[in-house]
């Protein structure tokens, strides 16, 4: 009977935390709806709440501002938009380091998370996964003597909190598995492994 139960809940709980993450996504997003003035909403013109209605206005909005934010009329409007946040002192701080962010995250040319690497922490001789984020800079460059590398170490299983470290280049190892795989590998707490692969050679580290 231990076995069987065992069996059955390897089946439900991924699809209980399937849908549970789909409908808080889906909730989240048709609260856009919101949004609109009365006389507009859906069920006012069929009678009745639509879930995912919303998403679709989500997607809609998202695809309808980058169609116009590509042309030259449209790169005006968003100049014009940041000029005017950025005479609004607590706004221009959060609003240029979260755009900073998300266009060295998101830019086909950026470097951040393309690597998946091996590094000592939170002490030595203990070690996890972390991502490459690029190269220090400023005033934390000029105080750091030798090569080093920016990396992130999320924490599990939730990825999106974490540490940022500075660490010699030559602390850090390279591992042949991709973001993605590495995501997997920390989301399930080392349950869910990549396959192996050869390691690359350690005097080729991020030399890309």
Request: proline share 7%; hydrophobic share 50%.
């Given at each position: ?30 609260a856009i709806l919101l949004w609109l003035p009365n006389g507009f ?39 014009l938009w940041e000029a005017l946040l950025s005479r609004i002192p ?32 939170p002490r030595q001789g203990a070690w996890t996964i972390a991502f ?77």
């Amino acid at each position: 009977m231990k076995k069987y139960f065992i069996t059955g809940l390897l089946i439900w709980i991924p699809l209980a935390i399937t849908f549970m993450v789909l409908a808080w996504i889906v909730s989240t997003l048709d609260a856009i709806l919101l949004w609109l003035p009365n006389g507009f909403h859906p069920r006012d013109f069929i009678g009745l709440d639509i879930p995912g209605v919303g998403v679709l206005a989500s997607l809609l909005i998202v695809f309808f501002t980058g169609l116009v934010a590509a042309n030259v009329l449209g790169q005006k409007l968003v100049q014009l938009w940041e000029a005017l946040l950025s005479r609004i002192p607590v706004v221009k701080s959060i609003y240029y380091s979260v755009k900073q962010v998300s266009d060295t995250v998101f830019s086909s040319t950026g470097q951040a998370f393309r690597k998946a690497l091996l590094v000592q922490y939170p002490r030595q001789g203990a070690w996890t996964i972390a991502f490459l984020t690029g190269q220090p800079g400023g005033d934390a460059a000029y105080h750091l003597q030798g090569d080093y590398v920016s990396v992130y170490v999320p924490t599990t299983p939730n990825p999106t909190s974490g540490f940022f470290l500075m660490m010699p280049r030559a602390d850090v190892i390279e591992l042949e598995m991709s973001v993605d795989e590495a995501l997997k590998y920390i989301i399930s707490m080392g349950v869910v492994a990549p396959p192996l692969r050869r390691p690359a050679s350690r005097a080729a580290l991020l030399n890309e």
